[in-house]
């Protein structure tokens, strides 16, 4: 079974620069999350997706940061402009339906690292 | 509010000994507690989880945690560790609508 695949792996910017990333979850998986993995700290939850819908999107920096998983499978994030405190791993990570089972479990991508100069 | 505590930021623990990572969490209702692995350049993998029942739980790669209610802990052990246990292990606690919130994480380093 392929897993989540998410590109690109590493991105290096120079700050106010826009940037995006993209997922793919597991096929079937109808909950996607975006997560954001600071060094040093454990992730932090920016989005959930349910189908394409949102169903927690409360620490998204929604002055700069977006995401959209219009048809329910991929999904992209994106920042503009980017700052210096943005360099972090991206995490995205999909489950089975979480209206139907609370606690699937999240499989994760390996991330995309992204380095603002 | 709800949130994990790992006081162990860092751990050192030679190949063959026993391995034991503290967690701590606090939040109001039967909590759903977690233990994820990250190996350099990997995504985060499930090591086990507690949803209710028997407080010992066993997981993959020969782990074992243990609910507390009356410490709030969680804390996860492996009676010898290998090399390739060498990574950063996370606890987290499932909030609502199957939303994680993490740990800060703890480096285990295996020395031979």
């Known amino acids: 079974e392929a897993g989540v695949a998410q590109s690109p792996r590493y991105k290096i910017i120079e700050k106010r620069q826009s940037v995006a990333f993209w997922c793919n979850p597991i096929?079937?998986?109808?909950?996607l999350y975006w997560y954001q993995q600071i060094l040093g700290q454990g992730p932090k939850l920016l989005i959930q997706f349910q189908n394409n819908g949102v169903v927690d999107d409360s620490q998204l920096p929604k002055d700069r940061f977006s995401a959209e998983r219009l048809k329910g499978v991929d999904s992209t994030l994106k920042i503009q402009p980017a700052k210096l405190e943005d360099s972090a791993v991206y995490l995205c990570?999909?489950?089975?339906?979480?209206?139907?089972?609370?606690?699937?479990?999240?499989?994760f991508g390996p991330g995309t690292r992204l380095t603002v100069l | 509010a709800q949130s994990v505590t790992q006081p162990d930021i860092h751990i050192t623990v030679s190949e063959g000994a026993s391995l034991e990572l503290r967690c701590n969490y606090s939040y109001g209702a039967t909590p759903y507690l977690f233990w994820y692995v990250q190996s350099p350049g990997q995504g985060l993998q499930l090591l086990l989880k507690?949803?209710?029942?028997?407080?010992l739980v066993q997981g993959i790669k020969g782990f074992e945690a243990e609910f507390k209610r009356s410490q709030s802990s969680f804390n996860l052990r492996k009676p010898s560790v290998h090399w390739s246990d060498a990574a950063e292990y996370f606890c987290a606690v499932g909030v609502f609508w199957g939303k994680l919130q993490f740990g800060a994480g703890t480096q285990v380093v295996v020395t031979p």
């Open positions: 507690y949803f209710s029942g028997d407080t």
């Open positions: 990570a999909s489950s089975l339906d979480v209206v139907a089972e609370a606690y699937n479990e999240q499989f």
């Open positions: 096929s079937g998986h109808a909950t």
